[in-house]
């Protein structure tokens, strides 16, 4: 698996260009040019540590004022749950061991999470990876834009939905400040930065920042949380217009072991069986929480005797998520003439990260098609030909570390161009650069005696067999390439009371995929050989897989974005915004396409797009800010996985259109210097348009569960998918957050409730065998649930010990509610029994306290 985080170019913070003015876009060139929307509409400060910029486009922003208030360490992806039309599920309470992110129903594979511009999707699943962002501290503010891109976004991913966030500029003045936290589940973190303040005249500073985390695992008993991080950027003005140069650094380091649910059910007498390697696992109860893995010991070998792979390490709680994150981005405004504006921030960015569990591999060969002696990969086994257990034997079957390793070197830049022909007219053009070299393979290690893995990355040591071949589960080699030109006008007319906007973009993407394995079948089976030999010998044999080859997918797509605010009055403006959305297959999917031949339609995906439509009303009164939006949004070539029943396998499949519409609204007031309040909502309705083919006939089974459309044994069988909601994301959420000071002290408040979410497409629930009767084992919907966190704190500062001294308290879960956590809801079966299998999901995070204290000068 891979941690994608982009080295990106940094958008630049309100005050670098105007002033106090917030900067509300993605790249440096976007926030030049929306500056002069953002100056005109006096958006100088938010109201609760909310704004609502006056762009067609429906965005909301959060700045420190909320931000601080959250437990320190936490993921920018949980603080946004604040934004309506966001769920976000936390795997902790920390931030530090990944999540769950739906925007409008928009997975998080189909939104473009941006880190100062460029996004952090990982460029082969386009999965996010909420453990890996930046340090909440840094943080100036997070803008998300919920149902569309800027026009310079260099995104393969993005289907609708955009997240961005921004780092601080360095400090005028010379600072210093530590922050230190303590909590449940042995929660240790310390924070530290130094400014430098003003290096000279020309205003030449610069910060670093450093951070480390530790924590045990909040279920399971026997995992750890460690995660360490350094940020530093140095700034230079050029001039006092608002040029600037700008080096950024970011290195994260994540050493965690996965952990969550637990709960199985067998398929012959409803009992509930608990154990981390269940296959089917998804909470029912509260009991989950307090289940332990027990402690095991690998026994040693024992020469000439055929032993048997241990089970100690295979529980879900062994595995390891490690991953390695860097960054260095650049960032660069010049103004050339007069109303002429240049911006350019290239990146680079370094990944290496892995996630899996176990296998079992055997010490002996094997043969194919009367070639003997053979090792690798090979029709799901392992094959070493030598010991690797220290017995003196080859005899045995042994259990190894096997997870997917991922290294990206990944290049980029976004250029922009900006031209005022005069105070009512703008217009912009701008290139972007994205190329990403993602070298996937599959090493195995050994394991300890106590079932851990004996490193976190196999890659750095792998297992060879007795001739000293690598021995993986998987070999290839990716680049993601993007050229993409884009342009953009905004023009006022009416006296400035109508601002219309009109871009698009061209993205031009090209996939250069090398596959060293065979391809066994479309659900992206692999056989690895280690020698050319067995290669040959396994094609001979296994005349329908797909020999180890290279393929090149190109696509391309012109995708418009055009909108207008008008202002009824000086404090109410309306807004309306069509954009296209795409997203390009992933790699998985095009590997997959490998099976079959190069001029077929299987080896040809489609890429998704969608028809994004916004409407809506601001309001923006002195300590009032509120903002209401309906959406509509159009799915064509909807991608998922499915059963091909000739094939009898899982492959992707276009599932044709998917509709979806809803509502988002916020309102935040200040009523007086020392209150806040700030309420949110969403509702989200989505239709999948038709019935899939299941890939099996009706059964007995069928037809008495009432599934698949089954109503005699022999029919085709259909996954009921036509006119049901798409699963993972809730149908709709709301909450609210008040704030209020006395003195120095200062207490927060904020709730949340999620509504249901249904676990799969068909919207059905999930049955298991019992004595021949069927037994619901779990309804349709995870039930809706509410959170209730409280943040309270004492500034120090006003006693004289320093204005960044600050005592605060948070508590997470008040009152400990059992919920189901992340998932991603499923689509398919793969076998004719009366449902889906139970989709993997999290358990929800207990109540956790966590005290912190700040100081600094």
Same mark, same amino acid.
């Given at each position: 698996?891979?941690?994608?985080?982009?080295?990106?170019?940094?958008?630049?913070?309100?005050?670098?260009? +105007?002033?106090?003015?917030?900067?509300?876009?993605?790249?440096?060139?976007?926030?030049?040019?929306?500056?002069?929307?953002?100056?005109?509409?006096?958006?100088?400060?938010?109201?609760?540590?909310?704004?609502?910029?006056?762009?067609?486009?429906?965005?909301?922003?959060?700045?420190?004022?909320?931000?601080?208030?959250?437990?320190?360490?936490?993921?920018?992806?949980?603080?946004?749950?604040?934004?309506?039309?966001?769920?976000?599920?936390?795997?902790?309470?920390?931030?530090?061991?990944?999540?769950?992110?739906?925007? &409008?129903?928009?997975?998080?594979?189909?939104?473009?999470?941006?880190?100062?511009?460029?996004?952090?999707?990982?460029?082969?699943?386009?999965?996010?990876?909420?453990?890996?962002?930046?340090?909440?501290?840094?943080?100036?503010?997070?803008?998300?834009?919920?149902?569309?891109?800027?026009?310079?976004?260099?995104?393969?991913?993005?289907?609708?939905?955009?997240?961005?966030?921004?780092?601080?500029?360095?400090?005028?003045?010379?600072?210093?400040?530590?922050?230190?936290?303590?909590?449940?589940?042995?929660?240790? &973190?310390? +924070?530290a930065e130094i400014d430098t303040g003003d290096l000279n005249d020309s205003g030449l500073r610069a910060f670093v920042a450093a951070s480390t985390a530790t924590n045990d695992a909040i279920f399971g008993?026997?995992?750890?949380?460690?995660?360490?991080?350094?940020?530093?950027?140095?700034?230079?003005?050029?001039?006092?217009?608002?040029?600037?140069?700008?080096?950024?650094?970011?290195?994260?380091?994540?050493?965690?072991?996965?952990?969550?649910?637990?709960?199985?059910?067998?398929?012959?007498?409803?009992?509930?069986?608990?154990?981390?390697?269940?296959?089917?696992?998804?909470?029912?109860?509260?009991?989950?929480?307090?289940?332990?893995?027990?402690?095991?010991?690998?026994?040693?070998?024992?020469?000439?005797?055929?032993?048997?792979?241990?089970?100690?390490?295979?529980?879900?709680?062994? &595995?390891?998520?490690?991953?390695?994150?860097?960054?260095?981005?650049?960032?660069?405004?010049?103004?050339?003439?007069?109303?002429?504006?240049?911006?350019?921030?290239?990146?680079?960015?370094?990944?290496?990260?892995?996630?899996?569990?176990?296998?079992?591999?055997?010490?002996?060969?094997?043969?194919?098609?009367?070639?003997?002696?053979?090792?690798?990969?090979?029709?799901?086994?392992?094959?070493?030909?030598?010991?690797?257990?220290?017995?003196?034997?080859?005899?045995?079957?042994?259990?190894?570390?096997?997870?997917?390793?991922?290294?990206?070197?990944?290049?980029?830049?976004?250029?922009?161009?900006?031209?005022?022909?005069?105070?009512?007219?703008?217009?912009?053009?701008?290139?972007?650069?994205?190329?990403?070299?993602?070298?996937?393979?599959?090493?195995?290690?050994?394991?300890?005696?106590?079932?851990?893995?004996?490193?976190? +990355?196999?890659?750095?040591?792998?297992?060879?067999?007795?001739?000293?071949?690598?021995?993986?589960?998987?070999?290839r080699l990716s680049y993601a390439i993007l050229h993409q030109i884009s342009g953009e006008y905004r023009g006022k007319f009416l006296d400035n009371k109508l601002t219309v906007t009109a871009g698009v973009?061209?993205?031009?993407?090209?996939?250069?995929?090398?596959?060293?394995?065979?391809?066994?079948?479309?659900?992206?089976?692999?056989?690895?050989?280690?020698?050319?030999?067995?290669? #040959?010998?396994?094609?001979?044999?296994?005349?329908?897989?797909?020999?180890?080859?290279?393929?090149?997918?190109?696509?391309?797509?012109?995708?418009?974005?055009?909108?207008?605010?008008?202002?009824?009055?000086?404090?109410?403006?309306?807004?309306?915004?069509?954009?296209?959305?795409?997203?390009?297959?992933?790699?998985?999917?095009?590997?997959?396409?490998?099976?079959?031949?190069?001029?077929?339609?299987?080896?040809?995906?489609?890429?998704?797009?969608?028809?994004? +439509?916004?409407?809506?009303?601001?309001?923006?009164?002195?300590?009032?800010?509120?903002?209401?939006?309906?959406?509509?949004?159009?799915?064509?070539?909807?991608?998922?996985?499915?059963?091909?029943?000739?094939?009898?396998?899982?492959?992707?499949?276009?599932?044709?259109?998917?509709?979806?519409?809803?509502?988002?609204?916020?309102?935040?007031?200040?009523?007086?210097?020392?209150?806040?309040?700030?309420?949110?909502?969403?509702?989200?309705?989505?239709?999948?348009?038709?019935?899939?083919?299941?890939?099996?006939?009706?059964?007995?089974?069928?037809?008495?569960?009432?599934?698949?459309?089954?109503?005699?044994?022999?029919?085709?069988?259909?996954?009921?998918?036509?006119?049901?909601?798409?699963?993972?994301?809730?149908?709709?959420?709301?909450?609210?957050?008040?704030?209020?000071?006395?003195?120095?002290?200062?207490?927060?408040?904020?709730?949340?409730?999620?509504?249901?979410?249904?676990?799969?497409?068909?919207?059905?629930?999930?049955?298991?065998?019992?004595?021949?009767?069927?037994?619901?084992?779990?309804?349709?919907?995870?039930?809706?649930?509410?959170?209730?966190?409280?943040?309270?704190?004492?500034?120090?500062?006003?006693?004289?010990l320093g204005k960044q001294t600050f005592l605060q308290l948070n508590v997470t879960n008040v009152f400990d509610k059992t919920f189901v956590g992340g998932f991603d809801g499923t689509f398919i079966s793969?076998?004719?029994?009366?449902?889906?299998?139970?989709?993997? #999901?999290?358990?929800?995070?207990?109540?956790?306290?966590?005290?912190?204290?700040?100081?600094?000068?």
């Amino acid at each position: 698996m891979q941690r994608i985080l982009l080295l990106s170019a940094s958008a630049l913070a309100s005050g670098l260009l +105007f002033g106090a003015a917030p900067a509300l876009a993605q790249s440096t060139g976007s926030v030049d040019f929306d500056q002069p929307i953002v100056v005109t509409a006096k958006l100088g400060k938010s109201v609760a540590g909310v704004e609502t910029p006056d762009t067609p486009k429906a965005k909301q922003v959060l700045d420190q004022a909320i931000i601080s208030r959250q437990t320190p360490g936490q993921t920018v992806n949980d603080i946004i749950n604040l934004v309506p039309g966001v769920s976000f599920q936390n795997n902790d309470p920390f931030g530090s061991a990944g999540g769950k992110l739906f925007i &409008r129903g928009f997975d998080n594979t189909r939104i473009s999470e941006t880190f100062d511009g460029l996004p952090l999707n990982d460029t082969g699943s386009y999965a996010l990876y909420s453990n890996q962002q930046l340090d909440p501290e840094l943080i100036d503010q997070v803008n998300v834009n919920l149902g569309t891109t800027d026009v310079d976004s260099p995104t393969a991913s993005a289907s609708g939905s955009t997240v961005n966030y921004r780092t601080k500029l360095p400090s005028h003045t010379l600072g210093a400040r530590a922050v230190g936290s303590i909590g449940d589940f042995n929660f240790r &973190r310390l +924070f530290a930065e130094i400014d430098t303040g003003d290096l000279n005249d020309s205003g030449l500073r610069a910060f670093v920042a450093a951070s480390t985390a530790t924590n045990d695992a909040i279920f399971g008993g026997i995992g750890k949380i460690d995660k360490k991080q350094i940020n530093a950027r140095i700034y230079q003005p050029l001039g006092n217009n608002g040029d600037f140069i700008s080096v950024a650094g970011h290195i994260n380091w994540n050493r965690n072991n996965f952990f969550g649910s637990v709960p199985m059910w067998t398929d012959n007498t409803g009992t509930r069986v608990v154990g981390g390697a269940a296959g089917n696992r998804f909470p029912v109860s509260g009991d989950e929480r307090f289940y332990t893995v027990p402690d095991c010991t690998i026994a040693s070998g024992v020469a000439g005797t055929a032993d048997a792979a241990t089970s100690c390490g295979s529980d879900f709680e062994f &595995r390891y998520n490690p991953s390695n994150t860097g960054n260095i981005r650049i960032n660069s405004r010049f103004t050339l003439a007069d109303g002429l504006v240049l911006t350019v921030d290239p990146s680079f960015q370094y990944t290496n990260a892995n996630g899996g569990g176990t296998v079992t591999a055997k010490e002996g060969t094997t043969k194919v098609n009367g070639v003997a002696n053979l090792t690798g990969f090979i029709s799901g086994n392992y094959y070493f030909g030598r010991d690797l257990n220290g017995d003196g034997d080859v005899l045995d079957t042994v259990r190894l570390l096997a997870p997917s390793n991922t290294q990206t070197n990944r290049l980029g830049v976004i250029s922009s161009l900006r031209y005022d022909i005069n105070p009512e007219n703008t217009v912009r053009i701008a290139y972007s650069y994205d190329r990403g070299r993602h070298r996937q393979t599959g090493e195995l290690g050994t394991l300890k005696s106590n079932g851990f893995g004996a490193q976190y +990355f196999p890659i750095d040591a792998p297992l060879a067999d007795a001739a000293g071949n690598i021995v993986e589960k998987r070999n290839r080699l990716s680049y993601a390439i993007l050229h993409q030109i884009s342009g953009e006008y905004r023009g006022k007319f009416l006296d400035n009371k109508l601002t219309v906007t009109a871009g698009v973009r061209a993205p031009f993407f090209k996939r250069n995929l090398t596959n060293y394995c065979f391809t066994t079948n479309a659900g992206g089976a692999y056989s690895c050989l280690t020698t050319s030999a067995g290669s #040959a010998a396994f094609a001979a044999a296994n005349a329908t897989a797909a020999a180890p080859q290279q393929r090149l997918f190109s696509y391309s797509r012109v995708l418009p974005n055009v909108g207008f605010t008008y202002n009824v009055t000086p404090d109410a403006s309306l807004f309306a915004n069509y954009s296209r959305g795409l997203q390009v297959p992933g790699t998985d999917n095009l590997y997959n396409s490998f099976y079959f031949g190069a001029d077929t339609a299987g080896a040809k995906p489609n890429p998704e797009t969608t028809d994004n +439509f916004d409407a809506g009303v601001r309001f923006r009164s002195g300590n009032i800010m509120a903002q209401g939006s309906f959406w509509y949004t159009i799915y064509q070539n909807r991608l998922a996985s499915a059963y091909d029943r000739d094939l009898q396998v899982s492959v992707y499949r276009n599932l044709g259109r998917v509709n979806k519409y809803g509502f988002d609204g916020s309102i935040a007031w200040r009523p007086n210097a020392n209150v806040s309040l700030y309420a949110f909502g969403s509702y989200l309705h989505s239709k999948i348009k038709d019935n899939v083919d299941a890939g099996v006939n009706c059964t007995a089974a069928n037809v008495q569960y009432g599934t698949l459309g089954c109503t005699a044994v022999g029919n085709v069988a259909y996954y009921q998918t036509a006119g049901k909601r798409e699963s993972g994301a809730p149908v709709y959420t709301y909450g609210a957050r008040a704030e209020g000071t006395l003195g120095a002290f200062s207490l927060g408040v904020q709730a949340k409730r999620t509504g249901p979410r249904y676990v799969n497409d068909q919207n059905l629930p999930f049955y298991v065998t019992v004595n021949g009767a069927p037994l619901q084992i779990f309804a349709a919907k995870a039930k809706a649930y509410t959170l209730v966190d409280l943040d309270a704190k004492v500034d120090l500062g006003k006693y004289g010990l320093g204005k960044q001294t600050f005592l605060q308290l948070n508590v997470t879960n008040v009152f400990d509610k059992t919920f189901v956590g992340g998932f991603d809801g499923t689509f398919i079966s793969q076998t004719s029994s009366a449902s889906s299998p139970i989709t993997f #999901a999290q358990i929800g995070v207990p109540r956790t306290v966590i005290a912190t204290v700040g100081i600094g000068f």
